[in-house]
């Protein structure tokens, strides 16, 4: 089964790669690439599908015409001001470092390429996430991955993630983003796609749940760095510290984060 963490972490860190039934039904309009047209709006939200490289249009339409199941996840609020949550979707790796090292879940990720990134959620699904389209509002992935469980194992498949972010202001005055996701999976299996009615609850659910899990767990995260940013700091530098571009990154995201009505930051070491 597809990615949860592929949205997750790029999602998050994504960060990155889910509610079941979504109607996808009505589309307000579409873009046109050399042959294929990928509808631009997806469960009442409209991205800028004219403006992907058309190369991929064909693979996304792909999936979304043929899904296995799609799903919706949110808004879910994050924490972090506009542009340091930008910085840290561009930084799987770190964010999932970061993750790990403060034990805020097991996920890892490496970098595979331009936009290209490899990552594992520690239960279970783990695969490649590509990121297709970028703008500041929203954001276009292209997955392929797998999800062993006891229940239904090495299922794998493909997937597209719409995700949609918004600048607004959290119930103490400060800067967060709410981000929405689409997602639109497809089985490889050919054998369990064709029991896709029976399957489309677990799977449908599974991927919501794990979309959820990726953004709540980079919203804990956020929470951290402003409450307690030496030890995040701690946790960055600590043998083998992370690489000096994303230790110097993670200094000047924690100092750049403000705090409601002046107040300083906790010092302790433990949240």
Known sequence: ?????????????LALLGVIGLSTAIYSGSAQSET?????????????????DPGWACRLLEIVENYTT??????????????????????????????NRL??????????GLG????DDGEGTRGIVQLVYQ???????????????????????????????????DAEGMDAMDSTMVSYMRLDNRLLSGVVSLLRPFIGGTIKRKLGKGVETVNRLSHLMRQH??????KATDPPPLPDDDVNFVKQALGSLSYPGGATPSRATTP
């Open 116 to 119: 290209r990134y490899w990552g």
């Open 36 to 52: 294929c047209s990928v509808p631009s709006e997806h469960a009442g939200l409209t991205f800028s599908i004219d403006k992907v």
């Open 103 to 112: 034990e805020l879940g097991l996920y890892k990720s490496e970098a595979r």
């Open 135 to 169: 703008d500041r509002n929203s954001r276009i992935y292209y997955l392929e991955g797998s999800h062993d469980s006891r229940l239904l194992p090495n299922i794998s498949g493909k997937a597209v993630v719409f995700l949609k972010m918004d600048p607004v202001k």
């Open 229 to 234: 940013p030496d030890r995040v700091l701690l």
């Open 70 to 99: 799609v799903s919706k996840v949110g808004p879910i609020r994050t924490g972090l001001p506009e542009s340091l949550y930008h910085h840290m979707l561009d930084r799987p790796p770190l964010a999932a470092a970061l993750i």
């Open 1 to 13: 089964m597809i990615s949860s963490s592929l949205g997750l972490r790029s999602a998050g860190a």
